[in-house]
Nanobody, 129 residues
Framework: QVQLVDSGGGLVQNGGSLRLSCAAS????????IAWFRQAPGKERAFIAL?????????????TYADSVKGRFTISRDIAKNTVYLQMNSLKPEDTAVYYC?????????????????WGQGTQVTVSS
């Protein structure tokens, strides 16, 4: 099972940017689907973005974003560094939450917590108004 360490959170002003990192162990990292979720105070953990594992047939990957972050957040993968990034631009106070990365060995999967078996420890993002 892959192990994840997420980092990069912090305090940023309204309209600012942050880049979160999710570092993974394991030699087959490129075939894993990696997602970001977030949990705001008093709310359930919610899906943010997904980058699916690279297909062994097509050599490509696909992406899914929650409507709330489309056009502002971008998920990407650096295979050489075994790291997935979440670039967050135009941040809003409502983006304040603990952000978690999660991994699944499947390429075809849903975007619920139950679809992912490995989780990072979480990193706090606070956007001031």
């Amino acid at each position: 099972q892959v192990q994840l360490v997420d980092s990069g959170g912090g305090l940023v002003q309204n309209g600012g940017s942050l880049r979160l990192s999710c570092a993974a162990s394991g030699r087959t990292f490129s075939t894993y689907s990696i997602a970001w979720f977030r949990q705001a105070p008093g709310k359930e953990r919610a899906f943010i973005a997904l980058i699916r594992g690279i297909s062994g047939i097509t050599g490509t990957t696909t992406y899914t974003y929650a409507d709330s972050v489309k056009g502002r957040f971008t998920i990407s993968r650096d295979i050489a560094k075994n790291t997935v990034y979440l670039q967050m631009n135009s941040l809003k106070p409502e983006d304040t939450a603990v952000y978690y990365c999660a991994a699944s060995p499947l390429i075809t999967l849903g975007v619920t917590e139950a679809d992912f078996g490995a989780w990072g420890q979480g990193t706090q993002v606070t956007v001031s108004s």
